[in-house]
């Protein structure tokens, strides 16, 4: 009682750090980690196996954390050291491609082949948006769409406001849509065994029904605001080249191809049993090789205080998991919905939703994960279908409000600092009915599909 008591407590504690952001969230969730460990299995627990469990220092060491001939669940207790390589690799390969200007030209690319005009531009640059996030993290995605949408605004004379609320939401949707695209689904499938191709053919279908009725949506919010850059006429020639975002032309052909195998390697990874955690590794170690007298300056752009991040956050959420809170919690749900799959699915939807809309959904989905392991074993729901429940519900709802995402507040500050500042009313106003909308189509989906 007593161990289940400090669980509770660590875990209500890093939760409210976090939102009210007094401290930065990697040093919340290392201090909350190692209470985790002195007080709830020290103290509390009395069991040393337990914090051996929870560090999982003894899963790297295996073949099968590396290779699996047949594809299996990973533990979910403790530290998923599969997501935290997988994450770290994919940072190196995006810093990589960012010191060429792969971002840069691609957006300069697209807005030509476009002939500069502002509702193609809105449109190729939201389904843009959807298509990288799903293989790149949407932060690095919005951070120079955001940029180049805001330097397109004023060469053509129009409000980027409309551009980066949409393009913002369409990340967080293309990050739905595949294991690597989000933190959430990185950790549902690492935790849970599921493939690269699990995840197009589910979630994956979802997001792209979702994303061409988003884009309808917001054409029809936006147009009046965006149809003024269509009427003047743009002189080409001073548009700048797309060539000339390109820092290092060899650079940039190898970063291209290194992208370009990590998409095989993710897609195929189920068939070849390389794990996210090798291709992780192997896509940052060739990087590195490539990248010769710039290496070092890859490595140190990497975002280490969100490694650290999820390396505390695993060992709190393993204290609720080691002390049974979460099977409580999985009990509680299952009383709630009365065994009815379909109310069950709607609470996890909803519910993922309406709290990533305001908190970090990375602590919500590792927290869930146990969840919904317990809720399939116990009420008799195909695992798989409460997965993609989480899963949606998490990476959609953050969308909601502009600190629901990481990808929000990059997007938002971007605008802010070019004097483009989008207040909580305007970007609700149009992304609250926007994620309400792909929250019903993800529910209805679920529904007709697995029930």
């Not at 519900?393 to 953050?398: A, E, L, M, R």
């Amino acid at each position: 009682m007593i161990a289940q008591i400090l669980a509770v407590l660590i875990f209500a504690v890093m939760f409210i750090l976090i939102i009210t952001e007094k401290f930065e969230r990697h040093y919340v969730t290392l201090v909350c980690g190692l209470l985790t460990l002195l007080l709830v299995f020290g103290i509390g627990m009395h069991s040393l196996s337990a914090i051996v469990e929870t560090l999982n220092v003894h899963g790297i060491f295996k073949v099968d954390f590396w290779y699996q001939a047949a594809e299996s669940s990973e533990s979910s207790s403790g530290i998923n050291w599969a997501t935290i390589i997988f994450i770290a690799g994919m940072m190196v390969m995006v810093e990589g491609m960012a010191r060429v200007g792969f971002f840069r030209w691609l957006c300069m690319r697209i807005a030509k082949m476009v002939h500069y005009q502002t509702i193609p531009i809105f449109i190729t640059f939201m389904v843009m948006s959807f298509v990288l996030a799903m293989f790149i993290d949407s932060i690095t995605v919005i951070l120079f769409l955001a940029a180049v949408t805001v330097e397109l605004a004023r060469l053509l004379e129009f409000n980027p406001v409309p551009m980066i609320i949409s393009e913002i939401f369409c990340a967080n949707l293309g990050g739905s849509a595949t294991m690597c695209g989000d933190p959430p689904n990185i950790i549902i499938g690492t935790s849970l065994g599921y493939s690269f191709a699990d995840f197009v053919l589910n979630t994956g279908l979802i997001a792209v029904v979702s994303l061409v009725v988003v884009i309808l949506f917001f054409y029809f919010v936006f147009r009046g605001e965006l149809a003024g850059g269509n009427g003047k006429q743009i002189d080409i020639s001073k548009m700048p080249s797309p060539e000339s975002a390109i820092t290092d032309k060899v650079g940039f052909a190898i970063s291209t191809v290194i992208f370009l195998c990590a998409v095989v390697l993710l897609v195929t990874h189920a068939m070849t049993g390389l794990t996210v955690a090798f291709i992780g590794l192997f896509i940052a170690l060739i990087t590195l090789i490539t990248s010769g007298k710039y290496a070092l300056q890859v490595l140190k752009k990497v975002d280490y205080k969100t490694l650290l991040f999820f390396i505390g956050l695993f060992v709190v959420v393993g204290g609720l998991e080691e002390t049974g809170i979460l099977e409580l919690v999985a009990a509680f749900i299952g009383n709630i919905s009365g065994g009815n799959a379909k109310l069950m699915i709607a609470i996890i939807i909803w519910v993922s939703a309406v709290a990533s809309a305001f908190i970090d959904n990375i602590p919500f989905a590792a927290t869930m994960i146990p969840v919904i392991k317990t809720l399939a074993a116990t009420q008799g729901i195909q695992l798989e279908t409460l997965a993609w429940a989480l899963s949606m519900g998490t990476d959609i709802g953050g969308s909601a409000t502009p600190i629901g995402a990481s990808a929000n507040v990059v997007g938002t500050s971007v605008a802010a600092k070019a004097g483009h500042p989008i207040g909580w009313g305007e970007y609700c106003k149009k992304a609250a009915p926007a994620t309400v909308i792909v929250l019903i189509i993800s529910t209805l989906i679920i529904f007709v599909r697995y029930l």
